[in-house]
């Protein structure tokens, strides 16, 4: 059982260049985010998704877009990556978003864009 | 914007003392509450769910004060171990609750 999962571990992009993120998760849970943290932010959400082919907004989602084609992975793309978006990503999972359920986060991605 | 607000700290203190985080949030309609701890340059997990009657594991104590809109952590006797960050998280009533997370407080436990 490997819980959550995140691939690339790090990256370094140029500006403008395009990439995706992917988180996988093999608990069967229903619910995945993605969140960005920098240093003194704490974790912005980005995304999240309620269930397979579902994606919604979090609170700062504008340069990103996501995909939730199957249940267990959720997809972060970066279109056009700008140095703003230099940051630590880290995605995670729940069984469903009621009440006490918990997150449970993968190790992050790094990235840098210069 | 519904807020969850953590002082940064950093809490400086030696092994075996007890200190205390509080954590406020604006939405009273806000129904679940956990405090997450974060290592350096990991990434967050779960160290307790917060109940209304107040919980506590080993030599930490969780406390929610509705009428005021805070959360607390008391840590006991604390070790080198603890050392980290504390991110204190509220869940929303109703629609996807989805949750809220602070900025966190940072513990650093000293000789």
């Known amino acids: 059982n490997a819980g959550v999962t995140q691939t690339p571990k790090f990256r370094v992009l140029k500006t403008g260049q395009s990439m995706t993120l992917l988180c996988a998760q093999d608990?069967?849970?229903?619910?995945m985010y993605w969140y960005r943290q920098d240093p003194g932010m704490g974790l912005r959400l980005i995304h999240y998704?309620?269930?397979?082919?579902?994606?919604a907004k979090g609170e700062v989602p504008d340069g990103y877009n996501v995909s939730r084609l199957k249940k267990q992975n959720f997809l972060l793309g970066l279109e056009s990556a700008a140095p703003s978006q230099t940051s630590v990503y880290f995605c995670?999972?729940?069984?469903?978003?009621?009440?006490?359920?918990?997150?449970?986060f993968g190790p992050g991605t790094r990235l840098t864009v210069l | 914007r519904k807020e969850v607000e953590q002082d940064p700290g950093p809490f400086n203190v030696p092994e075996g003392a007890t200190v205390a985080f509080n954590c406020t949030y604006s939405?009273?309609?806000?129904?679940?509450f956990f405090w997450y701890r974060q290592d350096c340059r990991k990434e967050p997990k779960l160290l307790m769910s917060?109940?209304?009657s107040g919980n506590e594991d080993g030599r930490f104590t969780a406390q929610l004060n509705r009428a005021s809109q805070y959360i607390s952590l008391l840590i006991r006797d604390s070790k080198l171990s603890d050392s980290a960050t504390y991110l204190c998280?509220?869940?929303?009533?109703?629609?996807?609750?989805?949750?809220?997370f602070g900025r966190g407080t940072s513990l650093i436990v000293h000789p």
């Open positions: 995670a999972s729940s069984f469903n978003g009621v009440g006490g359920n918990t997150q449970y």
């Open positions: 608990m069967n849970h229903e619910y």
């Open positions: 998704s309620v269930g397979e082919g579902t994606t």
């Open positions: 939405n009273s309609a806000s129904q679940s």
């Open positions: 917060v109940y209304s």
């Open positions: 998280v509220v869940n929303e009533a109703g629609g996807s609750y989805i949750p809220t």
